[in-house]
Every structure is written in structure tokens, then in C-alpha cells.
Nanobody, 126 residues
Framework: QVKMQESGPGLVNPSQTLSLICSVSGGSITTTDYYWSWVRQPPGSEMEWMGAIAWNGRVIESDEFRDRASISRDTSKNQFTLQLSSVTPEDTALYFC??????????????????WGQGTQVTVSS
């Protein structure tokens, strides 16, 4: 069974860069057709997909975070990371790493999210 765990600071000062690491075990982040994603949930809000790095190293970012987010990976450690620059209190959220499998449903590309980390709370405050 694939297991994922987020790690990083729980408190970040405004204007600083948030750095999170997702450690993966039980499966390789280079396995074909899987995307390794970052999702966050602000207080009282729905999940927000931020971006992902695919099995082949391709990075896909949400338009909302394209200018501030950077996703990378270390295949030797089976880890992938999120760096979110210039954070503000609006970036306070529960951050998750998750795995999605690319699949075709009714002729359209869909993604099945089949593994999640437990989430890590990040608060941006001075």
C-alpha cells in the first residue's frame, strides 16, 4: 500500500517561502500514469488543487498558483516538494500531498485520487 506523509513548518512568516516535502513509500514516484499532487484546504473552504509532477517529471500548475508555486522531486529519495513563495495569511490552510492515476472515462481524461497524506496545517502569521 502506498503511504504518503507531508512534512514542513507549521508556522510561516508573511512574505517568506513555504517549503513542504511529501515522502512516499510503497510505490515509486516514477511509476507510469501517476501524478503526484499538492492540494490544500483553507478554513471553511473546499479543496484547492495547486499542481502536480507527473511520473515523467512534467510539472503542471494551477493558473492560480503558477506564479508562486514550484513543484519538484528527488527520485533517489522518492520524495516530491512544494515551494510557495511570498505567502500571505490567505495561504493558511491544511496542505495535502496525494497521488492521482490518469484514466479515461466516457472518452475524457479523468484522475482517480487513490492515496493521501494525513495533511499538515500551515499557518501564515507574523
Amino acid at each position: 500500500q502506498v503511504k504518503m506523509q507531508e512534512s514542513g513548518p507549521g508556522l510561516v512568516n508573511p512574505s517568506q517561502t513555504l517549503s513542504l516535502i511529501c515522502s512516499v513509500s510503497g510505490g515509486s514516484i516514477t511509476t507510469t500514469d501517476y501524478y503526484w499532487s499538492w492540494v490544500r484546504q483553507p478554513p471553511g473552504s473546499e479543496m484547492e488543487w495547486m499542481g502536480a509532477i507527473a511520473w515523467n517529471g512534467r510539472v503542471i500548475e494551477s493558473d492560480e498558483f503558477r506564479d508562486r508555486a514550484s513543484i519538484s522531486r528527488d527520485t533517489s529519495k522518492n520524495q516530491f516538494t512544494l515551494q510557495l513563495s511570498s505567502v500571505t495569511p490567505e495561504d493558511t490552510a491544511l496542505y495535502f500531498c496525494t497521488r492521482a492515476r490518469q484514466m479515461s472515462v466516457a472518452g475524457k481524461t479523468k484522475f482517480e485520487y487513490d492515496s493521501w497524506g494525513q495533511g499538515t496545517q500551515v499557518t501564515v502569521s507574523s
